[in-house]
C-alpha cells in the first residue's frame, strides 16, 4: 500500500513539479488536498481555478496579517505563546515529511522519541530564559529555585535518558531508518527551536525588535512577488525560476523604505520600544519605561548627495530607524537564501509544500523559510550593537562565585574603573 | 525520461543493498611489528598488535600530560580534526558523494567557523589580559559572535549557491551530515578543553576512567563472561558490565588520591602574560584538602576502620567513575549501531589493531558533557573570567552601578572590610 501510495504522488508531481511554466502561463498546479474552508470555496465557485487560486491566496494572507495585529495587541505573553505553538507545528511538518521520506512511520519508539527529545530541548532553553527574566519570582518559591540552580544537570540528565532509550530501541533490521530519523529529528531540532527561542529573547528586548524584523521578511516577500510580476524578465538563478533580479533589486528598495516608516511609527509608542518586564507583584508583563537613547528624535544631517533630492537640509529620525536599515537590508539580501534553502530542500525531497495547513499557501514552514536567519542575525546585531550583557545577570552570577573569586573581580573592576577615570582614586562612594 | 523504477529505488532508503560493502580494511601494521610476530598463529598476534599500540597510547598519553596544557590542548585539537575527517569520509562513501561540487572545502570550512566560534568564546576568556593589550584582538573579541555568524552565513549561502539540479538530495544529506557531526565532535572538545582549564585532574580522571572501564569490561568480559547484556554488541556480557563497574570505580579512588597532592593537576589552568605560559600553582581549594569521614557502620566491619582521611574530591570521583561505567558503554552502543547501520566495520585504519581514533573515543562521547555539567552544577558556578570579560564590556554607567552593588555585597559579607579610602 505504502509503495502504490508513492508511486500516485510521483505521477501527481511530476506533472506539476515542473517549475519552468509559470503560475500564471500554465495551468495552475493541483494540490494534494484541498482543505480550503466550504465558505470561500462556495464563494469563488464561479471563478476559473486560476483566479480562485490567486484569491484564496489573497484573502488568507490577509486573515494572516490581521492575526498578527490581533496579538500584537493581545500582547508579549500571548505572542510567546503563538511562537511556540508555530515552533511546535514546524517540527511537526518536518518531521512527518522525514517519515514519508524513510517509510518510516512504524519505527518502533521514533514518534515517542522525537517529542520527547522536542521537549528536553524546549525545557533547557525555556529554563535559561525563564530564570533570567523570572528571577525574583524563581527565588520566591523553593522548588523553582532548586529547578534553577540545577537546571543544566536535570535537563542533561533528561536528554540523555532519550539518548539512552534511543540506542535500546535500535532494531536489527531498521539500524540505518533509525540513525536517519535520530540525525533528522536533532537537526530539525537545531534549526526550529534555536531560532524560536532567539525570536522570543528579541522580543523581551522590545517588541519593536519582534515586529520590524518580521514585517521587513514578508514585506521583502511580498514585494518582490509583485515587482517580479509586473516587471521581471531577468531570471535570478536556477533554483528558484520563478524569481528575477527586478523583483530582488524591487523588493529591496521597498522593503528598506518600509522598514524605516513602520520603524518611525513604533518608535513613538512605549509599548512597543520598551523592554517586556515581568511585574512581581501584579504577577503579569509590563512595558514601561523611559526610552533609551535609540528612541529619542534626533537631528541628522542629510549628506550632500540626497540633499538636493530631498530638498531638505536635516532630518528628524530616530536613531533606531538607522538601525532599521540594517534590518532591512538582512531582510532583503540575505533572509532570500533562507528560502533558496527551503527550495533546494523541498526538491530534494520532492515534495511540493512542506504541508497543507495553510490553504494556498502549504505549510506553516512554507510561510517562515525566509524567517530562519533573520531571528539569528537580529539576536547577534542586539548583542554587538544595541547593548551588551545584561548587568543584573552578570550580578547574579557574581553572586554564585566563591569569595576570593568575588574580590579577584572586584579589584579588577574597580581598577579598571579608577583607569578609566571613572572612578576617582580617592572617592569612595 | 522520468525514470521511475530509479526514482522509486532512490526514495526506498529501506533495502540496504545500496551501501556497497567495504573492502576488507588495509593492513596498516607497522612493518618491525610484523616481523617481529611473524612466528605467532593469526589469533595471538592480533592480541599482540592490539596490546603493543595500547601500551604505545597509554605511554603517549602520559608523555602529553608531562608536557603540559598547551600540549593537550593541541592534542585535544588533533583529535577533533581527525575524528571529524573520519566520520565526513564515511558520509561520502555512503552516499558516493566525494565528487559533490565544492562540498569537501565547505565541510573543512565550517569546521573552521565552528571552531573559530568556539575558541573565540572560551579560550579568549582566559587570556584576556594577553587580549587586553592588543588593540586589533579587542576589536575581534568585542564584536565576535557578529563576526563568527558573518562566517557561517557564507558558509551558508555558498551552500545554497553550490545546490546543482541533480544532486539536490545528496547534498542537503552531506549538509546534515556534516553539522550533526559538528555537533557531536566540536562541542565535545571545547568542553574538554573547558574541564582541562578547570585542572587537569577533570581532564585526567574522567578520561582514564572510562579507558579503564573499556579494558576491565573487556577482561572481566573475557574470563567470566556468560550473560550477553545487548543485542546490538554481542560481544559484551553482564558479567563484564558488572565486573567493569566495581573496578573503574576502585581505580577511580585511587588515582583520585594520587593525583590530589600535586598542585600541577589540581590547580585551575592559568595563562601568565608575563612569561607567556600556562602555570598551574594555586592554593589547592578545599576539594583537594584532607578531611576525615567517618566509615558507614556497614563497611566498619568490612574494612575494620572508623574513619578514613580522604579528598572530598573522591567522592566526586566515585560519580564520574559510575557514569563512566554506567551511561559511558551507551556511547559505545552508539558507535557499534552506527557502525552496523553504515556497514563499516571501524570507523577508519588510523590505528593498527583498533580502527579509527573515533573507535577509541566513542565512550568518551558523553563523559566530557557530564563532567562539564557536573563541574558547573556542583563544584563552581559560572566562569569567573567570562563573567569579568563581561563586565568590562558594560557602559560605564552600568559598571558604576553594578560596582556599587558589588562592594555593599562584599562588605555586608565581611569579605571587604569597609574603609575609609578605596
Request: proline share 4%; glycine share 6%; hydrophobic share 45%.
Amino acid at each position: 500500500l505504502q509503495e502504490s501510495e508513492s508511486e500516485n504522488k510521483l505521477d501527481g508531481e511530476t506533472a506539476s513539479d515542473s517549475e519552468s511554466k509559470s503560475e500564471f502561463g500554465g495551468s495552475s498546479p493541483v494540490p494534494t488536498s484541498d482543505d480550503t474552508p466550504e465558505v470561500l470555496n462556495r464563494a469563488l465557485s464561479n471563478l476559473s481555478s486560476r483566479w480562485k487560486n490567486w484569491w484564496v491566496r489573497g484573502i488568507l494572507t490577509l486573515a494572516m496579517i490581521t492575526f498578527f495585529f490581533i496579538i500584537i495587541y493581545l500582547g508579549p505573553m500571548v505572542l510567546m505563546t503563538i511562537v511556540m505553538c508555530v515552533q511546535i507545528k514546524c517540527f511537526h511538518e518536518i518531521i512527518t515529511i522525514g517519515y514519508n521520506v524513510y517509510h518510516s512511520y512504524d519505527l518502533p519508539w521514533f514518534r515517542t522519541l522525537s517529542w520527547y527529545f522536542l521537549l528536553c530541548v524546549n525545557y533547557f532553553f525555556y529554563g535559561e530564559t525563564v530564570t533570567d527574566y523570572f528571577f525574583t519570582l524563581v527565588q520566591r518559591e523553593e522548588p523553582l529555585r532548586i529547578l534553577s540552580k540545577y537546571h543544566r544537570f536535570i535537563s542533561f540528565a533528561l536528554y540523555l535518558t532519550g539518548f539512552c532509550m534511543f540506542v535500546l530501541s535500535l532494531v536489527k533490521k531498521h539500524y540505518r531508518l533509525q540513525f536517519y530519523m535520530f540525525g533528522w529529528t536533532h537537526v530539525t531540532l537545531l534549526i526550529v527551536v534555536t531560532q524560536s527561542h532567539l525570536i522570543i529573547h528579541n522580543l523581551f528586548e522590545g517588541m519593536i525588535w519582534f515586529i520590524v524584523p518580521i514585517s521587513c521578511v514578508i514585506c521583502n516577500d511580498i514585494m518582490a512577488y509583485m515587482f517580479g510580476f509586473f516587471f521581471g524578465r531577468t531570471a535570478w538563478g536556477k533554483l528558484s525560476p520563478k524569481k528575477t533580479w527586478e523583483g530582488f533589486i524591487g523588493g529591496f528598495f521597498s522593503t528598506v523604505l518600509f522598514g524605516l516608516l513602520l520603524s518611525y511609527v513604533m518608535s513613538g509608542y512605549r509599548c512597543f520600544t520598551c523592554p517586556v518586564e515581568f511585574n512581581n507583584d501584579t504577577n503579569s508583563f509590563t512595558v514601561d519605561c523611559e526610552p533609551s537613547e535609540l528612541f529619542q528624535l534626533q537631528e541628522y544631517n542629510i549628506p550632500v548627495v540626497l540633499q538636493s533630492v530631498v530638498g531638505w537640509k536635516t532630518v528628524r529620525m530616530y536613531p533606531f530607524q538607522i538601525h532599521s536599515i540594517a534590518l532591512s537590508t538582512f531582510a532583503s539580501l540575505i533572509g532570500p537564501f533562507g528560502g533558496f534553502f527551503a527550495s533546494g530542500f523541498k526538491r530534494a525531497f520532492k515534495i511540493k509544500d512542506f504541508a497543507n495547513t495553510i490553504p494556498g499557501h502549504g505549510g506553516i514552514m512554507d510561510r517562515f523559510d525566509c524567517q530562519y536567519l533573520m531571528a539569528t542575525f537580529v539576536n547577534v546585531y542586539i548583542a554587538s550593537f544595541i547593548r551588551g550583557p545584561n548587568p543584573s545577570k552578570l550580578i547574579q552570577q557574581f553572586l554564585t562565585l566563591r569569595p576570593d573569586q568575588q574580590l579577584h573581580i572586584f579589584n579588577t573592576l574597580k581598577a579598571h574603573l579608577v583607569d578609566r577615570g571613572v572612578l576617582g582614586s580617592l572617592e569612595d562612594a | 525520461e522520468v525514470d521511475l523504477e530509479e526514482r522509486l529505488r532512490e526514495l526506498d532508503l529501506r533495502s540496504d543493498l545500496d551501501i556497497p560493502d567495504v573492502p576488507p580494511p588495509t593492513d596498516s601494521t607497522p612493518e618491525i611489528l610484523k616481523r617481529a610476530l611473524s612466528g605467532l598463529s593469526a589469533r595471538w598476534k592480533n592480541w599482540w598488535i592490539r596490546g603493543i599500540l595500547s601500551l604505545a597510547m597509554i605511554s603517549g598519553f602520559f608523555l602529553i600530560i608531562y608536557m603540559g596544557s598547551f600540549m593537550l590542548m593541541l592534542l585535544v585539537l588533533s583529535i577533533q580534526v581527525k575524528c571529524y575527517h573520519e566520520i565526513i569520509t564515511i558520509g561520502y562513501r555512503v552516499y558516493h558523494s566525494y565528487d559533490l561540487p565544492w562540498f569537501r572545502s565547505l565541510s573543512w570550512y565550517f569546521l573552521l567557523c565552528v571552531n573559530y566560534f568556539f575558541y573565540g568564546e572560551t579560550v579568549a576568556d582566559y587570556f584576556a589580559t594577553f587580549v587586553q593589550r592588543r588593540e586589533q584582538l579587542q576589536f575581534l573579541i568585542r564584536y565576535h559572535r557578529f563576526i563568527s555568524f558573518a562566517l557561517y552565513l557564507t558558509g551558508f549561502c555558498m551552500f545554497v549557491l553550490s545546490l546543482v539540479k541533480k544532486h539536490y538530495r545528496l547534498q542537503f544529506y552531506m549538509f546534515a551530515w556534516t553539522h550533526v557531526t559538528l555537533l557531536i565532535t566540536v562541542t565535545q572538545s571545547h568542553l574538554v578543553i573547558q574541564n582541562l582549564f578547570e585542572g587537569m585532574i577533570w581532564f585526567l580522571v574522567p578520561i582514564s576512567s572510562v579507558i579503564c572501564n573499556d579494558i576491565t569490561a573487556y577482561i572481566f568480559g573475557f574470563f567470566f563472561g556468560r550473560t550477553p547484556l545487548i543485542k546490538l554488541s554481542p560481544k559484551k556480557t553482564w558479567e563484564g558490565f558488572i565486573g567493569g563497574f566495581f573496578s573503574t570505580v576502585v581505580f577511580g579512588f585511587i588515582f583520585s588520591y594520587f593525583l590530589a597532592q600535586h598542585q600541577y593537576f589540581v590547580c585551575p589552568v592559568e595563562y601568565n602574560s608575563e612569561t607567556n605560559r600556562f602555570v598551574t600553582e594555586c592554593e589547592p581549594s578545599e576539594l583537594f584538602q584532607m578531611k576525615k569521614y567517618s566509615v558507614p557502620p556497614l563497611l566498619r566491619a568490612v574494612l575494620g576502620w572508623e574513619t578514613v582521611n580522604m579528598y572530598p574530591f573522591q567522592m566526586h570521583s566515585f560519580a564520574l567513575s559510575t557514569f563512566a561505567s554506567l551511561i559511558g558503554p551507551f556511547g559505545g552502543f552508539f558507535a557499534s549501531g552506527f557502525k552496523r547501520a553504515f556497514k563499516i566495520k571501524d570507523f577508519a585504519d588510523t590505528i593498527p589493531g583498533h580502527g579509527g581514533i573515533m573507535d577509541r573515543f566513542d565512550c568518551q562521547y558523553l563523559m566530557a558533557t557530564f563532567v562539564h555539567v557536573y563541574i558547573t552544577s556542583f563544584i563552581r558556578g559560572p566562569n569567573p573570567s567570562k563573567l569579568l570579560k563581561q563586565l568590562l564590556i558594560l557602559q560605564p554607567e552600568q559598571q558604576l552601578s553594578v560596582y556599587k552593588t558589588l562592594k555593599s555585597h562584599l562588605v555586608e559579607k565581611g569579605i571587604l572590610q569597609p574603609s575609609l579610602r578605596g
